[in-house]
């Protein structure tokens, strides 16, 4: 194999052509699976941050309701 950088051509390592050979191998008994095997478990988040993000949340929520009142109020002024 070849590579062409920068206008001059070298020869590539022989052992990356083989190393992407071997990967290609399909490796087992039979076939792949058709999905992907999923593990189900339950996690749980601290306190403290699900507080923190609620806080957040509604300090942002607040702030959309403060600007939409504002711009409601001052919609004549210019």
């Keep these: 194999m070849e590579e062409i950088l920068h206008g001059m051509?070298?020869?590539l390592k022989l052992y990356f052509f083989i190393l992407f050979l071997?990967?290609?191998?399909?490796?087992g008994?039979?076939?792949?699976?058709?999905?992907?095997?999923?593990?189900e478990r339950d996690q749980r988040i601290s306190i403290?941050?699900?507080?923190i993000m609620a806080i957040i949340s509604g300090t942002g929520i607040f702030l959309a309701i403060g600007f939409f009142v504002f711009n409601i109020i001052f919609r004549k002024h210019r």
């Design 48 to 51: 403290l941050t699900y507080t």
């Design 29 to 39: 008994t039979g076939p792949p699976n058709d999905r992907i095997k999923r593990i």
């Design 22 to 27: 071997s990967l290609n191998k399909n490796l």
């Design 9 to 11: 051509v070298k020869k």
